[in-house]
Nanobody, 116 residues
Framework: QVQLVESGGGLVQPGGSLRLSCAAS????????VTWYRQPPGKQRELVAT????????TYADFVKGRFTISRDNAKNTAYLQMSSLKPEDTAVYYC?????????WGQGTQVTVSS
């Protein structure tokens, strides 16, 4: 079976940093692009960042550009979202999604709360 598991969420103060991880199993991870999404309370899900199957090819939503960095380690079957200069409006459930030629898979999400 295919499984994506997000971790690393939690409570952080404004201006702080947090690193999210997305661990994949059941797929050839290097064949899948990875996208991070988030869903703030009471709002629809929005795209945060995406990275291609190889390292270094990434795109970002305007509201996180310059603050967040997406990366992946195919040897560890894991993708990351490094978040810095966090703002209260970054509070959301963060999800990772893997897209490949055989299908798309979602993780269960991890809560990020930015509050003083």
């Amino acid at each position: 079976q295919v499984q994506l598991v997000e971790s690393g969420g939690g409570l952080v103060q404004p201006g702080g940093s947090l690193r999210l991880s997305c661990a994949a199993s059941g797929i050839i991870f290097s064949d899948y692009a990875v996208t991070w999404y988030r869903q703030p309370p009471g709002k629809q899900r929005e795209l945060v960042a995406t990275i291609a199957t190889t390292v270094g090819t990434a795109t970002y939503a305007d509201f996180v550009k310059g603050r967040f960095t997406i990366s992946r380690d195919n040897a560890k079957n894991t993708a990351y979202l490094q978040m810095s200069s966090l703002k209260p409006e970054d509070t959301a459930v963060y999800y990772c999604k893997a897209n490949g030629r055989w299908g798309a898979y979602w993780g269960q999400g991890t809560q990020v709360t930015v509050s003083s």
